[in-house]
């Protein structure tokens, strides 16, 4: 990608404060994808602005006004919000476009990636092997920034990202709609290199910090783990969903 061109979207992610700017955002169409509001405000315009939102793709955050503060170092009257540089996509309407045109369809769902550089890392990998949507949870994860952009490589533009409420519905939705479903997790000793991933699939990576979270590994229908032969205990999230995602294209091209 020309440096013009990252240039170019990774100035379209940005930080806005105060409620008329917000306001007029929302009004031109902006995609939010986080807002950050004041606990305890009892202003009716922020009241406004935080129900037109509650059933959007937004991720509504109640934060004291040092977090507020800290984010804008300004007058930001007790709302900020970040905007986002691609338009999010319905759960439902992407994986029924895509069950209909492809008979082994692949997504990843992320379990609360925090580290926006991460985040971007693991979009290029999906982009470079062929996942058709990446689902994400609305609240707990990492936002989508200029840093996500870049490291992403722009592929962020390439492969649709879905936002959900809870990522256990999304799951619960795949499996229904006969997608298995499939974790990355230490948790267990079953190794990824014994499982058939050649068939209909969702991979589940969890955060940096704790992994997929055990209600989520409660609920998939297999959990793997890759081989750790150093002193080591685990992989950088980005470079486990790069090994599970080609190792998915190695045995769907045997």
């Known amino acids: ?25 929302i009004s031109s169409g902006k995609e939010i994808d986080k807002l950050f509001i004041q606990k305890d405000s009892s202003n009716l315009k922020i009241d406004s602005i935080v129900k ?22 300004g007058n930001h009257q007790g709302i900020v919000a970040l905007t986002s540089p691609i338009a999010f996509q319905s759960l439902e309407d992407i994986v029924e476009n895509i069950i209909s045109k492809k008979e082994k369809p692949l997504f990843i769902i992320l ?17 470079c092997t062929g996942v058709d949507a990446i689902i994400i949870q609305k609240k707990g994860g990492a936002p989508i920034t200029g840093d996500t952009v870049k490291t992403s490589a722009g592929a962020i533009f ?5 936002k959900v409420d809870h990522i256990k519905d999304a799951i619960f939705y795949l499996k229904a709609s ?3 479903t ?14 058939n991933l050649n068939k209909p699939l969702a991979i589940i990576i969890g955060s940096e910090g704790k992994g997929v979270s055990k209600s989520v590994l409660n609920i998939v229908d297999y959990k793997a783990a890759l081989p750790l032969l150093g002193e ?13 995602l080609y190792e998915t294209i190695r045995q769907r091209m045997i």
Not at 3 to 25: C, N, R, S, V
Not at 53 to 72: G, I, M, Q
Not at 111 to 123: H, K, L, P, T, W
């Open 182 to 195: 499939i974790a990355a997790t230490e948790k267990t000793t079953e190794s990824l290199y014994n499982i």
């Open 158 to 162: 390439n492969v649709p990202i879905c």
């Open 232 to 244: 080591v205990n685990s992989l950088n999230v980005s470079v486990a969903c790069g090994a599970f």
């Open 111 to 127: 379990d609360q990636i925090s580290d926006v550089r991460n985040f971007g890392a693991i979009i290029r990998t999906a982009e």
């Open 1 to 25: 990608m020309d440096g013009f061109f990252l240039h170019y979207f990774m100035d379209k992610t940005d930080i806005i404060f105060g409620i008329h700017p917000i306001q007029e955002a």
């Open 52 to 73: 037109s939102l509650e059933n959007s793709n937004t991720s509504l955050n109640f934060v004291p006004n040092e977090k507020l503060n800290r984010l804008t170092n």
């Open 178 to 180: 006969n997608i298995t």
